[in-house]
């Protein structure tokens, strides 16, 4: 019996330590099976609680009117805080200046102009008025697009003078040359007013034509008419309307690369050398490139469409990102005040939404 007991005894010891040693693998493989899954849920937990406090945050800006997130393509987040919806064309101030960039690298692709170093002497000697500096022939597509015309500026204090002459172009293109073309970023709407002339100059259509067949019909959105120069020139560089979820789209499509659903807006090429910085902006530090401020927050680099008032769109690409804000337009938004509180919200958003 003592046998039989000891072999009972030997054979339960034996199943023990057959079985003892499957349940850590089965709790391992268990615990391995929920940790990605524990992970994501509190990823997602983090990612919500950033929407959250950047829609809080967008409450709480009394200048703010909407924002709207999208992330690898989905819409995240979409708030009307006040003012009009976000499917209604809104005046975006400056962010004009970056759709004329576009609307520059769309004509370049199609042939239209020959390319960024092509001179206003070479393709619209037409606009140049008499009695201007000479070096005003050698402008190139790439100073006016980048800013660096070296021509006294027309916005700031210039800018009731420019507006209120009798030809826009004309009054911009005869300012003093105060750097040399290509030297400095001289902030002016000016520029990118004689930016968009050149444009219907060498296609023989209006701004308004061209921005809405070579943007508005690939990416499904309205452009509405704004406002045109006392020649019929329609403003480069301000004034154009869109609707947030149009510049939402206008953001995913340059965040993709130059396509949306499918079809090739604007060439890979222009989208990558608009997110070069080829300049700096001697206020903000930002680099410029073909009409983006260019800057990195969280590791990651980001492209901003600013315009008066705090009209921004902010493309992402490494996190997948595109952030739209309206704002009110008749109200600054200078760097250490609102347009400040719009860039702690988006960093807000690239990092808790990583």
Known sequence: MTGTVAQADDTKDMGIQAIAPRLPRRAMLTAALAAPMLSLARGARAQDAALAAAAEQARMLDQLNALVVLRDGETVLAERVRGPGLGTPVNVKSVSKTVVAALTGAAIDRGALPGLEATLGDVAPRLIPAGADPRVARITIEDLVTL???????????YGGWVGSRNWVADALSRPVVADPGAQMLYSTGTTHVLGAVLAEVTGDSLLTLARGWLGRPLGIDIPAWTRDPQGFYMGGNEMALSPMALARFGEMYRLGGTWDGTRVLSAGWVRDSFRARTRSPWSGLGYG????????????????????????AVVPQRGLTVVITSDPTRPARSQGYFGDLVRLIDGLVTGLA
């Open 290 to 313: 073909l009409g983006w401020f260019l800057g990195r927050t969280d590791g990651a680099a980001y492209a901003l469409a600013r315009g008066y008032g705090g009209q921004v769109v």
């Open 148 to 158: 660096q015309a070296g021509l006294e500026r027309t916005s700031g204090a210039n």
